[in-house]
């Protein structure tokens, strides 16, 4: 059965393009520093907001219009299967994502549950191999049903951690029957309400404990794929353990994982914990620890996660800048954990969406590919931290200063001179290549 009748496969027609259902600037075999662009971008879509979002929301009931919602249970989940694989491959997206619970209803018992993913993971199994789009990542759902109330891997109720352990342990299995290249770790529940009823120190040892014993399986099976983290700060709860990219990564330091994981990172995440998307991804990158992201964006005026479509140029253009200079995302993607407005409920916009930020990403690795060609910053920051090549700078970096010989030098009163961070120019300077690369 065809679900998106009147949509062909989506072509690169170039900027000058009416067409609504071409790409602009993402030419997936144009050579951009050295690599093709389907190479460096690893676009990927998003299961749930894609195939299962209902376009739902705190004071409404879903609009989305969805040729699949005619069917139920099991015949729901293989309608959507084959609705996905049309898309994937009219779109020609090279990878999806999917959490555990978007592919396959939730049964009675855990047995149930895993019978109905072998079977919709059976079917996933025989598309993929006749399908160019493979398995970005998968995760678990550890944070929808009520068993996860109060948390899973940091759950005050050990049947609960248990649960979750079992359903990880299949996650892992399905990721290395369906050869993905990843698996994310996103503790929706991981946090709390108030201290005043949580034992903070022990959710977080049996947060490692829990992590350490997924790597542990992880290698039994002989899963060569990537771990991830993906940071949020709030929503669901007040506070979650992952708040950002500092401190998870601090987590990974502290309980001896960061050999075995790196980071997801997602725009709108970044947001909500008050740094800028660039912020987040260079933080990662100037600690090793930037492995995939989630392209989407948040809207500045609402305060919650509201997983916009990327088409700020800004950000894209930044945010390619990080990745570019990290030497790309190695295993990992450009993953749109982003969902169509309420009021774009009709399934063509599905694609004009991933269209919209497939060409912003597009059009952000040309001007940051140009801009690194180019060295405006690298150039800029090398001149302004010039002082540290030298005298006194020199020593510090060095290791040979120490507070008698910097005190020494201050002691001669040279006067500081300081020079502009000239943020207006640099910011002018972006602006034009944004508008003319």
């Not at 006067?415 to 502009?420: H, R």
Request: with cysteine; proline share 3%.
């Amino acid at each position: 059965m065809a679900y998106f009748k009147n949509i062909g496969t989506i072509q690169y027609e170039g900027k000058d393009s009416k067409n609504p259902l071409a790409f602009k600037y993402y030419n997936p075999k144009e050579i951009v520093a050295g690599k093709t662009m389907e190479e460096h971008l690893r676009f990927s879509v998003a299961y749930w907001h894609t195939f299962t979002g209902e376009g739902s929301d705190p004071f409404g009931n879903g609009t989305m219009i969805r040729p699949w919602k005619s069917y139920t249970g099991m015949d729901l989940a293989k309608a959507r299967l084959e609705a996905a694989f049309e898309f994937f491959e009219k779109l020609n997206v090279p990878y999806f994502t999917f959490h555990d619970r978007d592919i396959a209803p939730e049964g009675d018992t855990l047995q149930e549950t895993n019978k109905n993913l072998d079977e919709i993971v059976s079917l996933m199994k025989e598309y993929m191999a006749t399908s160019k789009v493979k398995l970005l990542w998968n995760t678990a759902n550890l944070f929808t049903h009520p068993r996860f109330v109060h948390g899973a891997a940091t759950a005050c109720n050990a049947d609960v951690f248990a649960y979750s352990a079992a359903q990880v342990k299949k996650g892992l299995e399905i990721a290395k029957e369906l050869g993905a290249e990843n698996y994310v770790f996103w503790g929706g529940r991981e946090g709390y309400e108030t201290l005043l009823n949580t034992n903070l120190e022990l959710e977080f040892d049996n947060l490692a404990r829990f992590l350490h014993m997924a790597n542990d399986y992880a290698k039994e099976i002989g899963f060569a794929g990537q771990f991830l983290i993906e940071p949020k700060p709030k929503e669901p709860t007040k506070h979650q353990y992952d708040f950002d990219a500092a401190s998870a990564v601090a987590f990974l330091f502290k309980y001896g994982l960061k050999d075995s994981f790196k980071l997801n990172i997602e725009a709108n995440h970044a947001t909500l914990a008050g740094h800028s998307f660039q912020h987040e991804l260079r933080w990662c990158r100037i600690n090793g620890m930037l492995g995939s992201v989630d392209a989407n964006q948040g809207d500045p005026l609402l305060g919650w996660d509201t997983d916009e479509f990327p088409t700020d140029l800004y950000e894209t253009t930044l945010a390619m800048y990080e990745i570019l200079q990290n030497g790309g995302l190695g295993k990992g993607g450009l993953n749109f954990d982003a969902k169509t407005r309420r009021g774009s409920f009709e399934p063509e916009d599905l694609f004009y969406a991933h269209i919209a930020g497939m060409d912003s990403f597009a059009r952000g690795l040309k001007v940051a590919a140009k801009l690194i060609e180019d060295r405006v910053f690298e150039n800029f920051i090398d001149y302004r931290y010039r002082s540290f090549k030298e005298g006194i700078g020199l020593e510090i970096v060095s290791g040979r200063a120490n507070f008698h010989t910097l005190e020494a030098y201050a002691l001669q009163n040279r006067e500081i001179k300081n020079e502009s961070g000239r943020q207006e120019k640099l910011k002018a300077i972006l602006n034009q290549y944004i508008l003319e690369v």
